[in-house]
């Protein structure tokens, strides 16, 4: 009888503690609701797909809206043009060749070390002293000296007259600025000792794939926030991460700088249907695009005729449709209409399978009696395309993409890898079609256009066109000219020469997606896709 009575107060114990379980999970999503957090301070808990990586912000294996919140550069890109930032005016030569920036006073880093010319001075020569590695940026190839006038006036002198510096200065990296204390050996290319910005958070504590924390710069110069703490928290994207959203374990999501979506649009209107979270949109900032190797000369992607039905094959609509539920509009060109420079009158390539198929056909990629992949000389048409496997609308896109071309004849594997994987892929030229995206509207043309020249960057997508030596000549042009007839001119040449041999081929005009607590106010956005104003934000 003892025996029975104990295990039934066992029993009563067990079932206790499961409902206190449950009345605990649903406090946490009541708390994320109306007290700001899960912990009932003023505090942003975001999920993340991958870590934020080395915090360096000379290199560039970091979490750019990480990067954002710590460090800061001279002057901000915003919808007005550029705005001072950490430089409160500035001088330009009538020639164009001379920087003159007036810094902001009392501005410390986060160890308490003044921000003055001389900091100035010590982090873009430590750029410069690494500029093989920044060749994507044209600025690197155009500051030949930093003097020091006085002790808050610095000058920065170029080669030649760069119209983008301002915009290029303005970056969340390289030319932005960390504690001379955090230098090693005096420079930063091989690492820094620490990551104290000038920015409105500081970074406190980092576990490598699990979180990262922020708290708020008591001493920031533009007022201290008032969101006290955020902390970026590592979760496999998709189903993961919308179970911690909806038990409050985390508060916060966006798409990531690598253009990568934690949760899908159904998830985030299951969020929102919940009157629990917001869901908050920036206008279109970017194309995602399919980049295609046209350097690989023996293999079936450095054949135009293959790139260009392979951009007949891809129904972009659906894409915009179905799988991203009209969230991003479909492309038809490397840059929207909307973006300086590229309103050019191009030929738009409609989905067209039958097309595609003839257009093969007549270029000698003939389709055999029972098999379902065309050959040419012998040669399969098979060809791999590598997608960011932390974003799962990436992948459903790969795998419509994949069906798609298969109705076409072309056999295509899609893999999906880490972003920084990509990124090597991208630099070294091991790849045939590469999900990507541009810069984004407070960067292009120019950075996108300037990154065709770049072996870090996409050489190996260009290289191997017909008339590579003349896009590259109309790039180096583009970009020192004064004139705007000419630079419009210029522009409008080197967007048609890609156009024409399809290396870019555009897939949809994409954004950046915010879901928050309902009662998170303040929340918008900067021109660049990379960065959110946490500081900006705060509880009702």
């Keep these: 009888m003892l025996s029975k009575n104990v295990k039934l107060a066992a ?3 067990f079932i206790f503690s499961i409902l206190a379980a449950c009345s605990q999970t649903s406090g946490s999503s009541n708390g994320v609701k109306g007290s700001g957090s899960a912990t009932g301070k003023k505090e942003l808990v975001y999920a993340t797909p991958q870590d934020i990586n080395d915090m360096n912000p000379h290199l560039y294996q970091g979490s750019m809206s990480a990067q954002g919140m710590v460090y800061e550069s001279l002057v901000e890109n915003t919808e007005d043009g550029i705005k001072p930032l950490l430089a409160e005016s500035w001088d330009i030569s009538k020639d164009g060749k001379v920087y003159t920036f007036h810094l902001r006073k009392g501005v410390t880093f986060h160890d308490g070390e003044p921000f003055n010319a001389k900091a100035v001075k010590k982090n873009i020569e430590a750029v410069q002293n690494n500029k093989e590695k920044h060749s994507w940026i044209k600025l690197s190839t155009k500051i030949v000296s930093v003097n020091v006038i006085d002790d808050y006036t610095v000058e920065i ?6 119209y983008p510096t301002l915009v290029e200065l303005s970056m969340t990296r390289p030319y932005v ?3 001379p204390k955090d230098f090693k050996n005096g420079e930063t290319k091989d690492g820094v000792n620490g990551y104290n910005g000038t920015g409105p958070y500081k970074l406190i504590d980092h576990k490598t794939d699990r979180y990262a924390t922020f708290a708020a710069n008591k001493n920031y110069w533009g007022g201290a926030p008032k969101i006290k703490k955020i902390t970026a928290k590592a979760l496999p994207a998709g189903e993961t991460t919308f179970l911690a959203l909806q038990k409050g374990e ?5 798409t990531d700088d690598r253009g990568a979506d934690s949760i899908n649009i159904e998830a985030i209107n299951q969020l929102v249907d919940s009157g629990d979270y917001q869901l908050v949109r920036s206008k279109q900032m970017n194309t995602k695009m399919i980049a295609a190797n046209s350097s690989k000369k023996d293999h079936p992607v450095g054949d135009k005729s293959v790139r260009e039905a392979i951009w007949l094959s891809i129904d972009r609509e659906t894409i915009s449709k179905d799988i991203l539920n009209s969230t991003e509009t479909a492309a038809d060109t490397l840059f929207s209409s909307n973006v300086n420079y590229a309103n050019v009158d191009l030929k738009k390539r409609e989905y067209d399978i039958e097309k595609a198929k003839e257009l093969l056909e007549k270029t000698g990629w003939t389709l055999e009696q029972g098999s379902t992949v065309r050959e040419k000389d012998g040669k399969k048409l098979a060809m791999k395309l590598y997608y960011d496997n932390n974003s799962p609308s990436q992948k459903k896109q790969a795998e419509f993409i994949q069906s798609s071309l298969q109705e076409t004849g072309i056999e295509l594997e899609v893999i999906g890898e880490k972003s920084t994987s990509i990124m090597n892929r991208r630099s070294t030229g091991d790849y045939d079609l590469l999900f990507n995206q541009t810069w984004g ?4 043309p120019q950075n996108t256009v300037a990154a065709f020249t770049s072996e870090s960057s996409w050489l190996h997508s260009t290289k191997g066109i017909a008339k590579a030596d003349e896009l590259y000549k109309k790039v180096d042009e583009v970009l020192v000219s004064a004139d705007e007839k000419t630079r419009k001119s210029l522009y409008a040449d080197i967007l048609t020469i890609i156009h024409d041999e399809a290396v870019f081929i555009p897939v949809t005009n994409g954004n950046v997606t915010v879901i928050a607590p309902k009662n ?7 021109q660049t896709q990379f960065e959110l104003p946490f500081e900006q934000m705060d509880f009702e």
Excluded: P, Q, T, W
């Design 250 to 254: 985390v508060n916060f999501a966006f």
């Design 177 to 179: 600025f960390i504690s």
């Design 520 to 526: 998170l106010r303040g929340i918008s956005f900067k």
């Design 157 to 162: 002198v170029l080669s030649e007259a760069y």
């Design 11 to 13: 029993l009563a114990l």
């Design 441 to 444: 509207l407070a960067y292009d």
